[in-house]
């Protein structure tokens, strides 16, 4: 999959950790459902896993943490640029297992079908846990994905040119994610767009 180098994305992403673990709280001292709780145990682990490989979280731990080894290897930083020269956010290529992904959607449908919300008034919690998945099972432009795939994999590159024919496909890419992660509020919304253009 892609993931942008985005601190909207970043932050709906982190946002789920509290929540996350308040829910598990709550099950594992109610004496209630253990399946659902295992539901929520193995999607707070698939969480972490995922957290480890975004980009963003490389780039903190690497600066706010230097002496601790990173449990996982930060991707390579490029920057990403259009033919015309425009600095363009990056997106990274990340390998997601089909089991992650799958304790968290079974997370997700958990939440929905039990209603469950934090009894705190943390009514977003399920909609911002929906665009987060959305946007990690977004389906990437298969040439654009081989591209930065290989950028990646050389961990040399500090700047990459995007060729013209994949410009199209990252920017409707891009506008399916600000989509996904803003639609609802304009002004969050226009602020969110104006990162990619």
């Known amino acids: 999959m892609l993931v942008p180098d985005d601190p909207v994305f970043?932050?709906?992403?982190?946002?789920?950790?509290?929540?996350?673990?308040?829910?598990?709280?709550?099950?594992?001292?109610?004496?209630?459902?253990?399946?659902?709780?295992?539901?929520?145990?193995?999607?707070?682990?698939?969480?972490?896993?995922?957290?480890?490989?975004?980009?963003?979280?490389?780039?903190w731990h690497t600066e706010d943490a230097p002496v601790v080894p990173a449990p996982a290897e930060p991707p390579p930083r490029y920057t990403?640029?259009?033919?015309?020269?425009?600095?363009?956010?990056?997106?990274?290529?990340?390998?997601?297992?089909?089991?992650?992904?799958?304790?968290?959607?079974?997370?997700?449908?958990?939440?929905?079908?039990?209603?469950?919300?934090?009894?705190?008034?943390?009514?977003?919690?399920?909609?911002?846990?929906r665009r987060v998945?959305?946007?990690?099972?977004?389906?990437?432009?298969?040439?654009?994905?081989?591209?930065l795939r290989c950028v990646v994999a050389s961990g040399g590159a500090v700047s990459v040119t995007l060729p013209t024919e994949h410009e199209s496909a990252y920017r409707r890419f891009c506008e399916e994610v600000v989509t996904i992660l803003s639609s609802g509020d304009t002004f969050a919304f226009s602020s969110h767009r104006a990162m990619y253009l």
């Open 10 to 59: 970043y932050a709906k992403f982190q946002s789920l950790e509290e929540p996350l673990l308040r829910h598990l709280y709550r099950l594992h001292h109610g004496g209630t459902d253990p399946d659902d709780e295992q539901v929520i145990s193995d999607a707070y682990d698939s969480w972490v896993q995922v957290l480890l490989k975004l980009p963003l979280w490389a780039r």
């Open 80 to 129: 990403l640029y259009s033919v015309r020269g425009e600095q363009l956010t990056s997106l990274y290529p990340i390998e997601v297992t089909a089991a992650d992904l799958g304790h968290l959607t079974a997370c997700l449908d958990l939440f929905v079908d039990t209603h469950a919300e934090p009894p705190d008034g943390e009514e977003r919690l399920t909609d911002v846990f």
């Open 133 to 147: 998945m959305e946007v990690l099972l977004l389906s990437p432009p298969p040439g654009l994905l081989n591209l």
